[in-house]
């Protein structure tokens, strides 16, 4: 695995740009910083001690990608390895782009982002960082701020508060923070929860536990295959470079799965049957397939992945039962279920999502004035109204993240360098006087997509419009065709001569 020497950080430096996050957002964003706007100053601020982001916060039995890595990959770095790749995999694949790209110059690693602050006078953002090994307070001053920190809590996954969690003996693990030490060879273990974590963990923790229970409250679709594409393997045998393998791969899963998606939507009940076909077929007929039979229809959650049918083999052997129901409370020796029964355990594992942040929990303010990001309008889902010189990166739900990583940061640099041709020193979104009654929705509609940890803190997220440019479009096969296309000078993108231009022209 490649290693990134920290760099020191000197107080008050200034760039172009400051990228906050060295995580799979904050690489694809140096790159394209690099390449479309090569003659820009940056830094990276990252809080680890080392890239990678999700990937190196997460340590658990067995962590892998839930999205296949032909799409999950960056467009411009091709994939040659398995398309489910485990973490040590992908952190590989992050280390060769920044040595491909010599990101280690840029990248200030052990910096807690504390504030950021814009200054209308000085058109910068001043941002305020701790040394997460020192101590030490450093800050930074920046003509444009671009936030790649992700969208959860590290520190801190989610955990409902059960009643008698005290009572029970044995330990109580979140995945996002697993111990190093954890003990599970020869023990009972309950894991709960039901999404892309469990089903990784369970296969990966069964043969060396005593018995493994998956306590779900309500299941989820699931999919699976080999962990392998033919399609690759067939081009390889036919010495087509990885280039164009990538390319190839790349586009035909698109495609199988912009396939699905709209099934899915407009036929629904055909897809969760070949769903659940090929989950018999693994499990046998007799298998009660009210386990894996969601309320919801296919992809308003995630398809969990899951190569090689690995959870469905566990299971079939008996090493791993299946228990849906709700949680009545903790006993001292495990779980009472609301319909009474008891299910025992040494340890208990709350595969139970994600605490979502906003903006990397960082306080924002405006000329001294605090930011409420609740209270402002997405543009186009990566920038804020009112919000000058920012753009924020926040992923596809449905499909890979990356892939709109990489359509924000085309757009994202269209409009620097359309800004260094116009001489503006600022660029805001701003509604139109005809747009302010508009109607406003939630960040995402729960008919689109509904997990939740997204439910849970909506209330903290930009609100949405009904209409351009204001809402915020969760469907890459409709913002390939849309974002290259934005009009970087429409009437909603406002640009700026503010003071500190003015007197620099003298």
Same mark, same amino acid.
């Given at each position: 695995m490649t290693t990134v020497t920290s760099l020191q950080s000197a107080a008050s430096e200034h760039f172009d740009v400051l990228i906050v996050g060295a995580g799979i957002s904050g690489i694809?964003?140096? !790159? !394209?910083?690099?390449?479309?706007?090569p003659g820009k100053t940056f830094v990276m601020l990252e809080n680890k001690d080392a890239f990678g982001g999700t990937w190196r916060q997460h340590t658990y039995p067995g962590i892998r990608s839930d999205s296949d890595l032909y799409t999950f990959g960056y467009g411009f770095k091709p994939w040659s390895g398995k398309p489910i790749a485990d973490g040590d995999a992908i952190l590989d694949y992050l280390g060769?782009?920044?040595e491909e790209d010599q990101l280690d110059q840029h990248i200030r690693y052990s910096h807690q982002v504390l504030s950021a602050s814009w200054s209308s006078a000085e058109q910068r953002w001043t941002v305020r960082a701790e040394r997460t090994d020192s101590g030490e307070a450093v800050s930074y001053t920046a003509n444009f701020l671009w936030m790649c920190q992700g969208y959860y809590r590290h520190e801190q996954g989610y955990t409902p508060d059960w009643e008698g969690m005290a009572d029970f003996k044995g330990p109580i693990v979140h995945p996002q923070t697993w111990p190093e030490d954890l003990d599970y060879q020869?023990?009972?273990?309950?894991?709960?929860?039901?999404?892309?974590?469990?089903a990784t963990l369970v296969p990966n923790m069964a043969d060396d536990c005593e018995h493994l229970t998956m306590l779900q409250r309500s299941p989820t679709y699931f999919w699976t295959g080999e962990n392998r594409n033919e399609l690759a393997d067939r081009l390889?045998?036919?010495d087509v470079d990885e280039a164009t393998v990538h390319d190839i791969v790349r586009r035909d899963i698109l495609k199988i799965a912009q396939d699905i998606q709209y099934a899915s939507e407009e036929h629904p009940e055909l897809v969760k049957e070949e769903l659940f076909r090929v989950i018999r077929e693994k499990l046998g007929e007799d298998f009660d397939m009210s386990h894996f039979t969601p309320s919801y229809r296919p992809w308003q959650q995630r398809i969990a992945y899951v190569p090689d049918g690995d959870l469905f083999d566990v299971i079939k052997s008996g090493?791993?039962?299946v228990v849906t129901d709700r949680i009545d409370r903790f006993t001292e020796k495990g779980v009472l279920t609301t319909s009474g029964e008891l299910l025992e355990a040494d340890i208990i594992i709350t595969a139970t999502g994600f605490s979502l942040c906003v903006m990397g929990d960082i306080a924002f303010d405006l000329d001294g004035e605090p930011v409420n990001f609740a209270?402002?309008?997405?543009?186009?889902?990566?920038?804020?109204?009112?919000?000058?010189n920012m753009a924020s990166m926040f992923g596809y739900l449905r499909s890979s993240w990356t892939l709109r990583v990489d359509l924000l940061c085309d757009l994202v640099c269209r409009l620097l360098n359309n800004m260094d041709a116009k001489g503006a020193t600022s660029l805001t979104p701003m509604l139109l006087d005809s747009e302010r009654d508009m109607e406003l929705l939630p960040w995402i509609t729960e008919d689109v997509f509904n997990p939740g940890y997204l439910q849970r803190s909506l209330h903290l997220m930009p609100k949405q419009g009904v209409q351009e440019p204001w809402n915020n479009v969760p469907d890459y096969y409709q913002e390939r065709e849309l974002l290259p296309k934005v009009d970087i000078d429409e009437p909603q993108l406002v640009y700026g001569t503010g003071p500190a231009q003015a007197v620099a022209n003298g």
């Open positions: 694809g964003a140096a !790159h !394209h910083l690099l390449e479309k706007c060769e782009a920044i020869g023990k009972r273990v309950l894991v709960i929860g039901s999404g892309a974590t469990a390889r045998e036919l090493k791993v039962s209270d402002t309008v997405t543009y186009r889902g990566f920038m804020s109204s009112g919000i000058p």
